[in-house]
């Protein structure tokens, strides 16, 4: 019986963390956060400049 026990709460534990992982995906960003999640403004504006460096690279001289 506490076997049992010990299952159901695993299983609740796992579908409440479940619900909130869809929750949280669901939910829009704040206003003005335009960078995605778990990554530093540092590589946020690394990618951004590569980006940039290389449409300035493809649309040639101006």
Known sequence: MFFEIIVVLVLLAFAG??????????????AGADE????????QAYERAKAEAELQRWSGPQ
């Open 17 to 30: 963390w479940w619900l909130h992982q869809r929750r949280k995906a669901a939910t829009p960003p704040a």
């Open 36 to 43: 995605e999640p778990g990554r530093h403004d540092h590589a």
